[in-house]
């Protein structure tokens, strides 16, 4: 027979089983005794009846501690007022072992000490929920790519040079020269494009960001899609429908945890496309509407995302950003050279910035120029020049971040919560 998961219960019904998992907690009223058991795929109750048991089976209760690891057999029962709907009556309980003094308990603990014990904290009921939306969320974006003619070529994680300014580079020593953690994999997503059309890469960037925001890690992961003969809004396109299928995947497929983290569900419903579009231009007005400063040219801040972002409802869209406060590699808008022909996406209700992206700049001397002006050495980007050499197109792309996007899907309050074990400027254990 196949192994018994919690989340399959309902295909078990009346049979014997044997759970194989951890005691999240219990309660006794006497007669009854009632186990909480989690196995990693769920929560399920397990109850035993003075009387209808060996008098071993029930005394052993008060000995089983929050944590040990048990394997409990007995029948799999229908039980409307069981959480998630079954129940288990116990027969038999193997104590695999018995835990002592786990330092997460019932009671309420601050967030700086259930940091420190990140790798307990992980089987609480919230953290299990976050962390499924999360894989559910990453599964999401490789089955929409995959699906729309996206081939994954993975980008490196050492590199020798900067793709998003040389101010958050984490430097390493690779064998006697200066290498550095990527900060992103889109240089190198340019060259695959033009091999392979439409691609993308997914993995860990690192930047030393100094802010400690509610929205910085150290180290996060990005899914960058880079597409060839594609401009701005063939990219913001594509960031509207990835967007959209990953909130229809996780109602679909997640939304008990949805419901577990109390998230309006039905707030992300609603959401429906078009999202909105505004330039750069339009998004300082409401930023200043909203009593918040910012001069023309400078990007937003973690104040003026939070303002622009509370007054809407669905994600939407801010083009065309001042080239000053933007990346070397950014196509000048034709119309307006003072602008990049660039997007963000951002999410609703106060959380900003999930998406960076746009137009890659595909003239060769421009692009020399470019990196004269951002101070870099041309030397290390040769090899990004020859893309330019050698048939270059109009391409363009971006990177979505998923703890920020996990962030407001999940409604959280800070992004270390988003991702298993969270990289800040204050935090590198466990
Ligand atoms: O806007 P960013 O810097 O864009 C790029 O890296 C482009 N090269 C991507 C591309 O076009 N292929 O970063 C992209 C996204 C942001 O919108 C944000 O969601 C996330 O990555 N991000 C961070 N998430 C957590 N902590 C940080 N310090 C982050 N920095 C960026
Ligand atoms: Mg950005």
Redesign the pocket.
């Known amino acids: 027979m196949d192994h018994f998961y919690i989340e399959r219960a309902k295909e078990f019904v009346g049979k014997e089983v044997t759970l194989r998992g951890w005691l999240y907690n219990k309660r006794d009223s006497g007669r009854v005794k009632f186990l909480l058991l989690r196995d990693g795929t769920g929560i399920m109750q397990a109850v035993m009846v003075k009387g209808e048991v060996g008098d071993a089976l029930f005394d052993g209760f008060d000995a089983l501690t929050q944590e040990s690891s048990l394997m409990v057999s007995g029948k799999v029962r229908e039980e409307k007022r069981s959480p998630g709907g079954y129940e288990l009556s116990i027969k038999g309980i193997e104590v695999v072992q018995l835990s002592h003094d786990y330092p997460i308990t019932p009671k309420e603990h601050g967030v700086g000490f259930l940091m420190d014990h990140r790798h307990l904290w992980l089987r609480s009921k919230r953290q299990h929920a976050i962390m499924r939306i999360r894989a559910e969320i990453i599964q999401a974006c490789q089955d929409y790519l995959n699906g729309n003619g996206f081939t994954l070529i993975d980008a490196p994680i050492f590199t020798p040079s900067a793709?998003?300014g040389t101010t958050?580079l984490f430097g390493v020593d690779y064998f006697g020269r200066k290498a550095y953690l990527t900060?992103?994999?889109?240089?190198y997503?340019e060259a695959a494009a033009m091999a392979f059309g439409k691609v993308y890469?997914f993995g860990p960037?690192f930047?030393a960001?100094k802010?400690k925001t509610r929205?910085?890690?150290?180290?996060?992961?990005?899914v960058?899609?880079?597409m060839a003969y594609a401009g701005l809004n063939e990219t913001i396109e594509v960031c509207q429908d990835l967007l959209l299928f990953i909130l229809r995947r996780v109602l679909e497929r997640r939304r008990e945890e949805l419901e577990r983290l109390e998230r309006d569900v039905g707030f992300l419903e609603r959401i429906k496309p078009p999202f909105p579009r505004i330039s750069y231009d339009q998004a300082l007005k409401i930023i200043k509407e909203e009593g918040e400063e910012l001069q023309w040219g400078e990007d937003f801040g973690a104040p003026q995302e939070t303002a622009l972002s509370q007054r809407f409802d669905t994600p939407f869209f801010v083009h065309r950003y001042p080239t000053q406060c933007k990346?070397f590699?950014m196509k000048r808008d034709e119309k307006d050279p003072r602008l990049a022909l660039c997007v963000?996406?951002l999410a609703p209700e106060g959380y900003g910035?999930?998406?960076?992206?746009?137009e890659r700049e595909d003239d060769l001397q421009v692009l020399k120029q470019r990196i004269k002006e951002y101070d870099l050495p041309e030397e290390d980007f040769q090899w990004y020049l020859d893309l330019r050499r050698f048939g270059s197109v109009s391409h363009?792309?971006?990177?979505?971040?998923?703890?920020?996007?996990v962030a407001w899907i999940c409604k959280l309050s800070h992004?270390r919560e988003a991702i298993p074990f969270p990289r800040m400027l204050d935090r590198i254990k466990p």
């Open positions: 793709c998003e958050t900060q992103s994999g889109q240089l997503n890469c960037s930047r960001e802010a929205r910085h890690l150290t180290e996060f992961w990005q960058e899609p880079e990346a590699y963000d996406g910035e999930i998406i960076g992206g746009g363009s792309g971006f990177g979505l971040g998923i703890e920020r996007t992004v």
